[in-house]
C-alpha cells in the first residue's frame, strides 16, 4: 500500500531546476570560481539587453509611429504565419456517403427492423455507424424512432449521423455554395412534426364518452389519435434533450411553445389539451424567464385564461364533476359567509376540487408566480403599443395577484407567499414611478 501511494505522489516529470524559489544549481558555475575579481568584487550581474533596463524616452531609441506600425505589422504577420496550416501536399481524401448509409425502402425493411432494434438495444454505437439507414423523409426517423422506443442519447446520436449524411452529400453538389445550418432544418422538421399531430390531438381531448356501438371510421380515427399521442410524447421528450444538448434553435423551439397556446380558443373543448401543453411550458421556464418579451407574452395568455375561469364558472357551469358539485354545495352549507365576502377564492377552491380542472389551475398558477418571481419587469405597466399585448400590463386582466392564486403543497409555504408579495411589492413601487398602480389589489 506504501509503495502504490508513493507512485501516485511521484511527479509527471522530472524536475530540472530543482524546488521553487531556490536558484538553480549548476556543476560548473561562475558563482563557484574564487579569483581575485570574484572575490574582491563579488559576482556581478549583467543584463544582457538593452530593452531590460532604461527609458524609451531617450532621443537615442529614436522610437516614431512609423517604427511601432512596422513592428505591430510584423507581429500581425507572424501570427498569420504560424496560424496558418501547411499543406502536406495530399489531396483531401473524398468522403462517400454509400460506404456507411444504405437507403431505407420497403425492401429493406427487415433490415431496419434488425438495425433499430439493435440501436434501441445496448449494441455499441460505433458498430451501429458502419452502416446506418438513410430515410428519405425526416419525419420518418422520428415515426421509427417512437415505434422503437429508442433511448434519447442514442436518437440523437441518429439525428446527428443523418444530418452528417445529408451534409456530405450536399457538400458534393455544392461545392462554393453556403451550406444549410442543420441546426434550423432539424427545428423546423422536428417543430412541423408535432404542429401535424395537434390538430388530432385537439380531437382526441375534446371528444366527449362515444355510445357502445361506434363506427367503424371512429373507430379507426381513435386509433389515428392514439398514435399522434404517442409521437408527442415520445417526440416532446426527444425536443427537450436536443434542445438541452444544444441541437435545436431556442428562440424558434420557445415561440412554438407560445403559439401552441395563443392558438388556443378560452372554450370548454381546449381545456383538455392544455393537459397537453402546460406540462410542456413548465419543462421550458428556466429559459421563458431569461427574456421579458417571452415572458410577457406567456403571462399575458396565463391571466387571460385564468379570467376567463373565474369570470366564467358560474355562467358555463364549467365544474361539473361529481366531486366538484358535491365540494361546492358543501361550501354553499358551510361557509355562505365567506363566500359572499370573497367569491374568487372559493371559486379558484371548486376549481382545486374538480378533478379535470385542477391540474389547469395550479399549472397555470405556477407560471404566472414563476415569472413574478424570476422576471417580475415582464409585469410592469407599459404606456406604449396600444391595442397590442405589450400595451398596460397582464396582471391588469387578472382580479387577484399572483401570490393569492393556487399553489402545490410546499414545506415552505409561507416563506414563498412572502417573496411573492415582496416582488408584487416592488413591481408596484415601479409602477408607481410611472404614475399607475400595477398591482392594486
Known amino acids: 500500500?506504501?509503495?502504490?501511494h508513493l507512485y501516485e505522489k511521484r511527479p509527471l516529470k522530472k524536475p530540472r531546476i530543482g524546488p521553487p524559489d531556490v536558484y538553480p544549481q549548476d556543476p560548473k558555475q561562475k558563482e563557484d570560481e574564487l579569483n581575485v575579481t570574484n572575490v574582491k568584487h563579488g559576482f556581478l550581474q549583467s543584463t544582457h539587453l538593452n530593452d531590460e533596463f532604461g527609458s524609451a524616452r531617450e532621443k537615442s531609441h529614436n522610437i516614431t509611429a512609423n517604427r511601432v506600425g512596422a513592428y505591430f505589422n510584423g507581429i500581425i504577420a507572424s501570427k498569420e504565419k504560424l496560424n496558418t496550416l501547411l499543406d502536406s501536399g495530399r489531396k483531401k481524401q473524398q468522403i462517400n456517403p454509400k460506404d456507411n448509409f444504405w437507403p431505407a425502402t420497403q425492401r429493406t425493411k427487415d433490415t431496419i427492423k434488425a438495425w433499430f432494434k439493435d440501436l434501441a438495444g445496448t449494441k455499441p454505437l460505433v458498430i451501429l455507424s458502419k452502416k446506418a439507414p438513410n430515410f428519405n423523409k425526416k419525419e420518418d426517423i422520428f415515426t421509427t424512432l417512437c415505434e422503437y422506443q429508442v433511448p434519447m442519447m442514442r436518437a440523437a446520436w441518429f439525428i446527428k449521423l443523418s444530418s452528417a449524411y445529408t451534409v456530405a452529400v450536399t457538400e458534393a453538389k455544392m461545392k462554393k455554395r453556403q451550406l444549410p445550418d442543420p441546426t434550423t432544418e432539424w427545428t423546423s422538421t422536428l417543430l412541423k412534426?408535432?404542429?401535424?399531430?395537434?390538430?388530432?390531438?385537439?380531437?382526441?381531448?375534446?371528444?366527449?364518452?362515444?355510445?357502445?356501438?361506434?363506427?367503424v371510421s371512429n373507430q379507426t380515427n381513435d386509433a389515428d389519435q392514439k398514435i399522434a399521442l404517442k409521437y408527442w410524447q415520445y417526440c416532446t421528450q426527444l425536443l427537450k434533450y436536443m434542445y438541452d444538448e444544444g441541437l435545436l434553435d431556442r428562440q424558434d423551439v420557445l415561440n412554438w411553445i407560445l403559439e401552441l397556446l395563443e392558438k388556443l380558443r378560452f372554450q370548454l373543448c381546449d381545456d383538455g389539451i392544455l393537459k397537453l401543453f402546460l406540462p410542456l411550458t413548465q419543462q421550458y421556464m428556466e429559459e421563458f424567464v431569461q427574456s421579458e418579451l417571452l415572458s410577457r407574452r406567456l403571462a399575458?395568455?396565463?391571466?387571460k385564461k385564468l379570467s376567463f375561469m373565474l369570470n366564467n364558472v358560474s355562467d358555463n357551469n364549467v365544474l361539473t364533476s361529481p366531486q366538484g358539485d358535491a365540494n361546492r354545495h358543501e361550501i354553499k352549507d358551510t361557509d355562505k359567509d365567506k363566500k359572499e365576502t370573497n367569491p374568487i377564492q372559493n371559486t379558484l377552491m371548486e376549481y382545486q376540487n374538480c378533478h379535470h380542472h385542477k391540474d389547469i389551475i395550479l399549472q397555470i398558477s405556477s407560471v404566472m408566480q414563476c415569472i413574478t418571481l424570476e422576471c417580475p419587469t415582464a409585469l410592469v405597466w407599459c404606456g406604449t403599443g396600444a391595442g397590442t399585448l405589450w400595451h398596460a400590463s397582464p396582471l391588469d386582466l387578472l382580479q387577484i395577484p399572483p401570490s393569492a392564486l393556487p399553489m402545490a403543497t410546499r414545506s415552505d409555504t409561507n416563506l414563498y407567499k412572502k417573496q411573492l408579495m415582496q416582488m408584487e411589492h416592488s413591481v408596484r413601487?415601479?409602477?408607481?414611478?410611472?404614475?399607475?398602480?400595477?398591482?392594486?389589489?
Not at 399575458?300 to 391571466?303: A, D, G, P, S
Request: proline share 7%; with cysteine; net charge positive.
Open 300 to 303: 399575458h395568455y396565463c391571466c
Open 193 to 215: 412534426f408535432l404542429k401535424d399531430q395537434v390538430p388530432k390531438l385537439q380531437e382526441y381531448y375534446s371528444q366527449v364518452e362515444k355510445p357502445q356501438n361506434t363506427p
Open 1 to 4: 500500500m506504501m509503495s502504490a
Open 429 to 441: 413601487g415601479a409602477q408607481q414611478e410611472g404614475g399607475r398602480s400595477l398591482v392594486h389589489r
